[in-house]
């Protein structure tokens, strides 16, 4: 539940900063060295506002699922591998390396997840075409 509220509230922060951002005024030198300011239009500012704040959404999806994935799966086999143990207490060190080695593949999943987060808010390869 934590981690849904967070997401919300990182979610809003990034739609208000890049709103706050992108509706400053635009400062240009001319020839005279006079400096001119022009608003930017009120189209320009929403299509960039929700640029920024569909990669957020994006990315919180990509990181939420990715970690709902991996906790399931984390879960199921540590289940399978104690009632293993229960039924052959003896095979107990073998299951334990084989458990581990398992839940290090689904964690590796969740930070595939968290890889395509950080792409999404700090390499995103569409800003270049949005922010013109």
Known sequence: M????????AFAVILFESAKVFAANITTHNMAGS????????????SKSLFFGLSALGGGLAIGLGV???????????????ESMGRNPAMEKKLIVWMITGMAIMESLALYA?????????????????LK
């Open 68 to 82: 709902i994935g991996a906790g399931v799966g984390m879960g199921s086999a540590v289940r399978g591998a104690l």
């Open 35 to 46: 400096v001119h300011r022009m608003a930017a239009s009120h189209a320009d500012i929403m």
């Open 114 to 130: 968290l890889l395509i987060t950080f792409i999404l808010f700090y390499a995103n390869p569409f800003k270049g075409i949005i």
């Open 2 to 9: 934590f981690k849904i509220f967070s997401f919300l509230a």
